[in-house]
Protein backbone atom coordinates (compact mmCIF):
# COMPACT_ATOMS: atom_id res chain seq x y z
CA UNK A 1 0.00 0.00 0.00
CA UNK A 2 0.95 3.60 -1.06
CA UNK A 3 1.12 6.33 0.89
CA UNK A 4 -1.85 8.53 -1.62
CA UNK A 5 -3.38 4.98 -0.70
CA UNK A 6 -2.94 5.96 3.10
CA UNK A 7 -3.86 9.60 3.21
CA UNK A 8 -6.82 8.99 0.39
CA UNK A 9 -8.50 7.50 4.00
CA UNK A 10 -7.60 10.24 6.20
CA UNK A 11 -10.70 12.45 5.96
CA UNK A 12 -14.09 10.81 6.62
CA UNK A 13 -17.58 12.30 6.98
CA UNK A 14 -17.13 15.96 8.99
CA UNK A 15 -13.61 15.94 8.88
CA UNK A 16 -12.76 13.12 11.28
CA UNK A 17 -9.72 11.06 10.47
CA UNK A 18 -9.90 7.53 10.44
CA UNK A 19 -7.84 5.61 13.13
CA UNK A 20 -4.92 3.38 12.15
CA UNK A 21 -3.11 5.81 9.57
CA UNK A 22 0.50 5.24 9.67
CA UNK A 23 1.08 8.23 8.13
CA UNK A 24 -1.38 10.63 10.09
CA UNK A 25 0.82 8.74 13.04
CA UNK A 26 3.94 9.68 12.09
CA UNK A 27 3.19 13.58 10.92
CA UNK A 28 1.83 13.86 14.43
CA UNK A 29 4.87 12.33 15.93
CA UNK A 30 7.06 14.43 13.82
CA UNK A 31 4.97 17.52 15.32
CA UNK A 32 4.65 16.33 18.62
CA UNK A 33 8.79 15.68 18.59
CA UNK A 34 10.08 18.89 16.79
CA UNK A 35 11.69 21.80 18.42
CA UNK A 36 9.42 24.45 18.93
CA UNK A 37 6.09 21.67 18.30
CA UNK A 38 4.06 22.87 15.35
CA UNK A 39 5.27 26.25 15.13
CA UNK A 40 9.05 25.31 14.73
CA UNK A 41 7.95 22.68 11.67
CA UNK A 42 6.17 25.53 10.27
CA UNK A 43 8.89 28.09 10.25
CA UNK A 44 11.05 25.22 8.60
CA UNK A 45 8.60 25.55 5.46
CA UNK A 46 9.13 29.30 6.35
CA UNK A 47 12.67 29.30 6.13
CA UNK A 48 12.29 27.76 2.78
CA UNK A 49 10.79 30.22 1.19
CA UNK A 50 7.07 28.76 1.81
CA UNK A 51 5.83 31.10 3.69
CA UNK A 52 2.74 32.15 1.37
CA UNK A 53 1.87 28.20 1.37
CA UNK A 54 2.30 27.73 5.39
CA UNK A 55 0.14 31.21 5.63
CA UNK A 56 -2.82 29.62 3.86
CA UNK A 57 -2.79 26.47 5.70
CA UNK A 58 -3.37 28.14 8.65
CA UNK A 59 -6.04 30.71 7.42
CA UNK A 60 -9.46 30.14 6.39
CA UNK A 61 -8.66 30.38 2.62
CA UNK A 62 -8.28 27.59 0.34
CA UNK A 63 -4.82 25.73 0.50
CA UNK A 64 -1.77 26.24 -1.20
CA UNK A 65 0.05 22.97 -2.33
CA UNK A 66 3.25 21.98 -1.47
CA UNK A 67 5.70 19.44 -3.62
CA UNK A 68 7.57 16.66 -2.59
CA UNK A 69 10.82 18.67 -3.85
CA UNK A 70 9.62 21.21 -0.99
CA UNK A 71 8.80 18.91 1.71
CA UNK A 72 12.70 17.71 1.28
CA UNK A 73 14.23 20.77 1.27
CA UNK A 74 12.17 21.44 4.05
CA UNK A 75 12.81 18.67 6.39
CA UNK A 76 16.05 17.70 4.99
CA UNK A 77 16.82 13.96 3.73
CA UNK A 78 18.00 12.83 6.91
CA UNK A 79 14.70 13.23 8.86
CA UNK A 80 12.86 12.73 5.73
CA UNK A 81 14.59 9.49 5.51
CA UNK A 82 13.57 8.28 8.91
CA UNK A 83 9.66 9.06 8.66
CA UNK A 84 10.25 7.04 5.34
CA UNK A 85 12.33 3.94 7.17
CA UNK A 86 9.22 4.87 10.05
CA UNK A 87 6.83 3.79 7.48
CA UNK A 88 8.38 1.44 5.32
CA UNK A 89 8.07 3.46 2.37
CA UNK A 90 10.79 4.84 0.12
CA UNK A 91 11.84 8.30 0.64
CA UNK A 92 9.85 9.84 -2.22
CA UNK A 93 6.66 8.07 -1.34
CA UNK A 94 7.38 9.76 2.00
CA UNK A 95 8.18 12.89 0.62
CA UNK A 96 5.14 12.76 -1.15
CA UNK A 97 2.68 11.39 1.70
CA UNK A 98 3.84 14.89 3.60
CA UNK A 99 3.06 17.00 0.54
CA UNK A 100 -0.55 16.12 0.28
CA UNK A 101 -1.20 15.26 4.26
CA UNK A 102 1.03 18.74 5.80
CA UNK A 103 -1.28 21.33 4.55
CA UNK A 104 -4.49 19.29 5.49
CA UNK A 105 -3.74 18.43 9.08
CA UNK A 106 -2.30 22.56 9.94
CA UNK A 107 -5.57 23.30 7.94
CA UNK A 108 -7.51 21.51 10.86
CA UNK A 109 -5.12 22.37 13.67
CA UNK A 110 -6.20 26.02 12.56
CA UNK A 111 -9.82 26.47 11.95
CA UNK A 112 -10.31 29.70 13.20
CA UNK A 113 -7.51 30.93 10.87
CA UNK A 114 -4.83 30.88 13.85
CA UNK A 115 -2.61 27.89 15.35
CA UNK A 116 -3.94 27.11 18.48
CA UNK A 117 -1.98 27.85 21.87
CA UNK A 118 0.08 24.96 23.79
CA UNK A 119 -1.05 21.47 23.40
CA UNK A 120 -4.53 22.19 22.39
CA UNK A 121 -2.97 21.49 18.85
CA UNK A 122 -2.09 18.47 19.94
CA UNK A 123 -5.39 17.27 21.42
CA UNK A 124 -7.36 18.14 18.06
CA UNK A 125 -5.14 15.81 16.43
CA UNK A 126 -5.42 13.31 18.19
CA UNK A 127 -9.00 13.55 17.95
CA UNK A 128 -8.73 13.27 14.09
CA UNK A 129 -5.91 10.08 15.22
CA UNK A 130 -9.00 8.27 17.13
Do not use: R
Not at 1 to 20: E, F, I, K, R, Y
Not at 106 to 116: I, T
Amino acid sequence: MGLLDMVGGLLGQGGQAQGGNPLMGAVMGLIQNHPGGLQGLLGQFQEKGLGDQVASWIGTGANQPISPEHVQAALGSDQLQQLAGQLGVSHDQAASGLADLLPQVVDKLSPQGSLPEGGMGMDLLKKFLS
